[in-house]
């Protein structure tokens, strides 16, 4: 098209002196004069030819000619260019004018003003030129050279006329390069910590504790050759690893080996070692890195260890953890924390009790355990509850019932009346700010203990002045009944209060199926011992008639997956509690070792999720916002429908199992 415009603008029209000839050599024919006609028809067609091989050695002379002159006013008026510089018709793509230094890197030699700029430049697009930007986003590599694309939009010819784009190629290679490698060798802090030494070397003599050390060193200097970093012992059970970030994809594609290979360290007891590592990378200081890496190995041990945390500025990544929790709880913890949150409720002017949203019999049964606590310490805690959406209605209507629990029971809103800067909030049976009962409150009141038993989450509540997080325990109501045996007399707790503890950790335990240990037997016999009635609590658990019968219409609808996951997707609502219960029944099925519910609610798709397998279900949900441990978890999906939540839980299920 541009060649067209030149060539009427600068050629003469030649078509009419051919036709003149070419009339003649017509008349010379009919006046019978062939031969005559015959010179005058061959010399038209030779100066015909002639015409058109000089009219396209003047066009590249005339095209060589407006570049060059380009190039001069280019020079003239600002000095030569030094960039690679093009003019583009955004729409379109055309490529209306470029100088020598573009059309050297991109080989474009003739034909210009024919060619689209991602024909020149493969993928390379001018849609941030006319979003109104003026920085490529992304680089641009040619011949092996990286560039920086800039550019400005201006109209040709008038405001109203088409819309020219113009690029500049700026060469960064270098300056690449330097960022690269940078990046590449930036330091990682790590800490390699043997999460199950104590008991590795319970019981053994001197000898056998230094043959087992030399095996874990032998061990964790194998698996970390090749490295660019230094690896050096700490302690006993602690090691500090500084490499470069070049090799943490390294140990990310062969997924972390050294979480299987350390299991090769059996004690002479028979336990197989476990680790934790804690990375911190992306610090602008090593201690930072450290820092990052402390922080990373205490969320390892919070989500029951043998796993691996790194730490950014920003987030928390997960690797690992597929394995059951094992048992590290000290019993000095539990009275530590007693006698602290005992100091921190004679101090307090208002104490506070929440649990986790739509609670259940053990987020009330932990908040009634720290109710006696602050009774024993001449304060009246209150407890903040939705009283229409729990789980909890028999239990909630027989302490509204109890004299000391006149008035106990209160809305977030109420609660924010009262709260005042010396007041104590202590949170039970969750540690994620965004599932509290009211998130106001929490963020309203800055001394906040937390006692909760799941797996810590990204988003944990912090900061705290006491933390009971054990993610080894089988429930709150269980922690909160440790933390009543150091800080009250046994007669100090009503009989209701007991009963409520014990019907916490009954629910959590399937019965004491599921996540029990010694110390859950323990909590459940003193609770007896003070009059806690397992009639009376097997009643808390019972369900009506229509409950039951939805609870068994979900289990109908339920589906096989990987023949040992059953899954219930419902298109209609039904309570948690239901879901719950349908889940923990699909596990009585011979052959079932995990099970799902998810049913819509409002914009939402709720999950229940248990395991009484090797499945670790809290890192399955994990990825869809979900939470709660390896047997029992669950998750709320926003902005969602049952069968796109169903395709990501399916997702999100086959690539733990590919881990």
Same mark, same amino acid.
């Given at each position: 098209?541009?060649?067209?415009?030149?060539?009427?603008?600068?050629?003469?029209?030649?078509?009419? %002196?051919?036709?003149?000839?070419?009339?003649?050599?017509?008349? /010379?024919?009919?006046?019978?004069?062939?031969?005559?006609?015959?010179?005058?028809?061959?010399?038209?067609?030779?100066?015909?030819?002639?015409?058109?091989?000089?009219?396209?050695?003047?066009?590249?002379?005339?095209?060589?000619?407006? *570049?060059?002159?380009?190039?001069?006013?280019?020079?003239?008026?600002?000095?030569?260019?030094?960039?690679?510089?093009?003019?583009?018709?955004?729409?379109?793509?055309?490529?209306?004018? /470029?100088?020598?230094? #573009?059309?050297?890197? =991109?080989?474009?030699?003739?034909?210009?003003?024919?060619?689209?700029?991602?024909?020149?430049?493969?993928?390379?697009?001018?849609?941030?030129?006319?979003?109104?930007?003026?920085?490529?986003?992304?680089?641009? =590599?040619?011949?092996?050279?990286?560039?920086?694309? #800039?550019?400005?939009?201006?109209?040709?010819?008038?405001?109203?006329?088409?819309?020219?784009?113009?690029?500049?190629?700026?060469?960064?290679?270098?300056?690449?390069?330097?960022?690269?490698?940078?990046?590449?060798?930036?330091?990682?802090?790590?800490?390699?910590?043997?999460?199950?030494?104590?008991?590795?070397?319970?019981?053994?003599?001197?000898?056998?504790?230094?043959?087992?050390?030399? @095996?874990? +060193?032998?061990?964790?200097?194998?698996?970390?050759?090749?490295?660019?970093?230094?690896?050096?012992?700490?302690?006993?059970?602690?090691?500090?690893?500084?490499?470069?970030?070049? +090799?943490?994809?390294?140990?990310?594609?062969?997924?972390?080996?050294?979480?299987?290979?350390?299991? *090769?360290?059996?004690?002479?007891?028979?336990?197989?070692?476990?680790?934790?590592?804690?990375?911190?990378?992306?610090?602008?200081?090593?201690?930072?890195?450290?820092?990052?890496?402390?922080?990373?190995?205490?969320?390892?041990?919070?989500?029951?260890?043998?796993?691996?945390?790194?730490?950014?500025?920003?987030?928390? /990544?997960? %690797?690992?953890?597929?394995?059951?929790?094992? +048992?590290?709880?000290?019993?000095?913890?539990?009275?530590?924390?007693?006698?602290?949150?005992?100091?921190?409720?004679?101090?307090?002017?208002?104490?506070?009790?929440?649990?986790?949203?739509?609670?259940?019999?053990?987020?009330?049964?932990?908040?009634?355990?720290?109710?006696?606590?602050?009774?024993?310490?001449?304060? *009246?805690?209150?407890?903040?509850?939705?009283?229409?959406?729990?789980?909890?209605?028999?239990?909630?209507?027989?302490?509204?019932?109890?004299?000391?629990?006149?008035?106990?029971?209160?809305?977030?809103?109420?609660?924010?009346?009262?709260?005042?800067?010396?007041?104590?909030?202590?949170?039970?049976?969750?540690?994620?700010?965004? *599932?509290?009962?009211?998130?106001?409150?929490?963020?309203?009141?800055?001394?906040?203990?937390?006692?909760?038993?799941?797996?810590?989450?990204?988003?944990?509540?912090?900061?705290?002045?006491?933390?009971?997080?054990?993610?080894?325990?089988?429930?709150?109501?269980?922690?909160?009944?440790?933390?009543?045996?150091?800080?009250?007399?046994?007669?100090?707790?009503?009989?209701?209060?007991?009963?409520?503890?014990?019907?916490?950790?009954?629910?959590?335990?399937?019965?004491?199926?599921?996540?029990?240990?010694?110390?859950?037997?323990? &909590?459940? &016999?003193?609770?007896?011992?003070?009059?806690?009635?397992?009639?009376?609590?097997?009643?808390?658990?019972?369900?009506?008639?229509?409950?039951?019968?939805?609870? %068994?219409?979900?289990?109908?609808? &339920?589906?096989?997956?990987?023949?040992?996951? @059953?899954?219930?997707?419902?298109?209609?609502?039904?309570?948690?509690?239901?879901?719950?219960?349908?889940?923990?029944?699909?596990?009585?099925?011979?052959?079932?070792?995990?099970?799902?519910?998810?049913?819509?609610?409002?914009?939402?798709?709720?999950?229940?999720?248990?395991?009484?397998?090797?499945?670790?279900?809290?890192?399955?949900?994990?990825?869809?916002?979900?939470?709660?441990?390896?047997?029992?978890?669950?998750?709320?999906?926003?902005?969602? +429908?049952?069968?796109?939540?169903?395709?990501?839980?399916?997702?999100?299920?086959?690539?733990?199992?590919?881990?």
């Amino acid at each position: 098209m541009k060649k067209n415009k030149i060539g009427r603008l600068t050629e003469p029209t030649m078509a009419m %002196y051919f036709i003149v000839l070419l009339a003649f050599a017509a008349a /010379s024919f009919l006046l019978e004069q062939p031969v005559l006609a015959a010179v005058e028809a061959g010399a038209t067609t030779l100066l015909f030819v002639f015409y058109q091989v000089r009219r396209v050695h003047r066009r590249k002379a005339l095209m060589a000619y407006i *570049q060059s002159a380009t190039d001069n006013l280019e020079t003239a008026a600002r000095g030569e260019i030094p960039l690679p510089m093009a003019l583009v018709r955004l729409v379109g793509g055309e490529i209306v004018w /470029s100088n020598r230094q #573009f059309a050297k890197i =991109t080989g474009m030699k003739d034909s210009l003003f024919e060619q689209k700029i991602n024909t020149v430049l493969p993928g390379f697009t001018t849609e941030w030129l006319a979003a109104g930007k003026t920085e490529c986003p992304g680089e641009l =590599t040619l011949q092996g050279r990286r560039y920086r694309v #800039f550019g400005s939009t201006f109209h040709e010819k008038g405001p109203t006329g088409p819309l020219l784009g113009s690029i500049y190629l700026v060469d960064l290679t270098e300056l690449y390069q330097v960022r690269d490698e940078y990046i590449r060798s930036r330091p990682v802090v790590s800490i390699i910590l043997v999460d199950n030494y104590d008991e590795l070397t319970r019981n053994l003599a001197e000898g056998a504790i230094s043959t087992l050390n030399a @095996a874990l +060193d032998e061990v964790i200097t194998r698996c970390t050759e090749g490295y660019h970093g230094m690896l050096r012992r700490l302690e006993r059970n602690r090691y500090l690893f500084v490499f470069e970030a070049r +090799d943490l994809q390294k140990s990310l594609e062969t997924k972390f080996r050294l979480l299987e290979e350390i299991r *090769q360290v059996v004690s002479p007891t028979g336990v197989a070692a476990t680790i934790s590592l804690g990375i911190g990378k992306e610090a602008a200081t090593f201690e930072e890195g450290y820092n990052f890496a402390a922080l990373s190995i205490e969320m390892a041990l919070s989500r029951g260890g043998d796993q691996v945390v790194i730490k950014d500025r920003y987030n928390f /990544s997960f %690797y690992g953890g597929h394995t059951k929790e094992t +048992d590290h709880r000290s019993k000095v913890r539990s009275r530590v924390t007693a006698n602290s949150l005992s100091e921190l409720v004679s101090q307090s002017s208002h104490v506070f009790v929440m649990g986790h949203k739509n609670a259940d019999l053990d987020a009330v049964g932990a908040a009634v355990g720290i109710c006696c606590l602050c009774r024993k310490r001449g304060k *009246q805690a209150k407890i903040v509850i939705d009283l229409e959406k729990n789980a909890a209605e028999k239990l909630l209507e027989q302490l509204q019932a109890t004299p000391e629990y006149s008035g106990c029971f209160l809305s977030g809103q109420d609660a924010l009346l009262l709260a005042d800067p010396k007041s104590l909030l202590v949170v039970v049976d969750t540690n994620r700010p965004d *599932q509290v009962e009211c998130k106001p409150l929490l963020d309203a009141i800055s001394k906040v203990c937390v006692v909760d038993h799941h797996r810590r989450a990204a988003d944990y509540i912090n900061p705290v002045v006491v933390n009971l997080h054990e993610p080894y325990a089988s429930s709150a109501s269980e922690l909160a009944t440790e933390l009543l045996q150091y800080a009250v007399e046994g007669t100090d707790i009503l009989p209701i209060e007991a009963r409520a503890l014990l019907a916490g950790i009954v629910l959590d335990t399937k019965n004491f199926n599921v996540r029990t240990g010694e110390r859950t037997f323990e &909590a459940a &016999a003193f609770l007896r011992r003070i009059g806690a009635d397992t009639v009376e609590v097997k009643k808390l658990l019972q369900n009506d008639f229509q409950a039951t019968l939805a609870r %068994y219409q979900v289990i109908k609808s &339920a589906r096989l997956y990987r023949n040992q996951i @059953a899954i219930a997707a419902l298109n209609s609502t039904t309570s948690r509690t239901i879901a719950a219960q349908a889940a923990d029944e699909l596990l009585s099925i011979q052959g079932i070792l995990t099970s799902f519910v998810l049913y819509p609610e409002d914009n939402r798709v709720i999950i229940s999720a248990r395991s009484i397998g090797d499945t670790n279900v809290q890192v399955i949900l994990e990825p869809l916002g979900g939470g709660g441990n390896a047997a029992t978890a669950g998750a709320q999906v926003p902005d969602c +429908d049952v069968k796109t939540a169903l395709d990501r839980l399916v997702a999100s299920i086959d690539q733990y199992y590919q881990e």
